[in-house]
């Protein structure tokens, strides 16, 4: 069963953009994607394991990149074209989108998020570092 995604319609409560090299630069904006969860430093599974722990009692969504069928099978996909891919996830607490666009060289992550309460807003000074490394995954 394909998860839904409520995104809500108004403009996001926070939103970034990440941008950086593309190898080989023709690659497809879900292939990056892939390439960045493939790729993600070890720090990442660690502060995965942390949020699911200390989210567990909050009723937030576990996640995982260790498994790449199931974290995938857990993300909607919203668009999914050559030069643009975005999937996403609705909780309790926040729904987020996440938008890989690629141009001939360049990839830029956006990541959208709605807020419904303050749990939400923990996992934000993270964020911002997670996506800068995800982003230099897709390089490799």
Excluded at 30 to 59: E, K, Q, T, Y
Excluded at 65 to 91: I, K
Aim: glycine share 6%; with cysteine; proline share 9%.
């Amino acid at each position: 069963m394909t998860p839904s995604l409520n995104v809500p319609d108004r403009d996001p409560d926070w939103q970034d953009c990440h941008a950086g090299p593309l190898v080989p630069p023709d690659t497809a904006a879900s292939d990056a994607f892939l390439r960045a969860v493939d790729h993600a430093p070890g720090w990442v599974m660690l502060a995965i394991r942390l949020r699911n722990a200390l989210g567990r009692p909050f009723g937030i969504t576990p996640a995982t990149l260790a498994d790449r069928a199931d974290f995938l099978a857990r993300m909607p996909v919203l668009a999914d074209q050559d030069d643009h891919f975005e999937t996403g996830l609705t909780d309790s607490h926040l729904t987020f989108t996440l938008s890989v666009e690629t141009k001939p060289g360049r990839v830029a992550a956006r990541t959208r998020i709605w807020f419904y309460n303050r749990v939400g807003r923990i996992y934000l000074p993270v964020h911002r570092h997670l996506m800068k490394r995800m982003v230099r995954g897709s390089a490799t």
